[in-house]
């Protein structure tokens, strides 16, 4: 089993910025991709930026050059940096781990970003 817990969510208002972080714990592990979805009311869980094993990432359109995905394997974290946030960055962030040798994903809690003046 493995355990995800998230942090750095909050309210900030239009322009500012916040860092999400993921921390994966359990058993004897290996990570293959790690990565951002978020959902916001009444829309699907979207996908905001993944970062594969080998340090590649891929990002929404909606949030190019404004976030920046990066992980720290040796403590098997992931990080969201989020700048020049807007009120539609608002949502229910989630993180997630995909193992390398099973393929299984597992989800974190999730943590709210809201963005109001």
């Known amino acids: 089993q493995v355990q995800l817990v998230e942090s750095g969510g909050g309210l900030v208002q239009p322009g500012g910025s916040l860092r999400l972080s993921c921390a994966a714990s359990?058993?004897?592990?290996?990570?293959?991709?790690m990565g951002w979805y978020r959902q916001a009311p009444g829309k699907q869980r979207e996908l905001v930026a993944l970062?594969?094993?080998?340090?590649?990432?891929n990002y929404a359109d909606s949030v190019k050059d404004r976030f920046t995905i990066s992980r720290d394997n040796a403590k098997n974290t992931v990080y969201l940096q989020m700048n020049s946030l807007k009120p539609e960055d608002t949502a229910l962030y989630y993180c997630?781990?995909?193992?390398?040798?099973?393929?299984?994903?597992?989800w974190g809690q999730g943590t709210q970003v809201t963005v109001s003046s």
């Open positions: 997630y781990v995909q193992l390398l040798t099973t393929m299984r994903i597992y």
């Open positions: 359990g058993s004897r592990f290996s990570i293959n991709a």
């Open positions: 970062i594969a094993s080998g340090g590649s990432t």
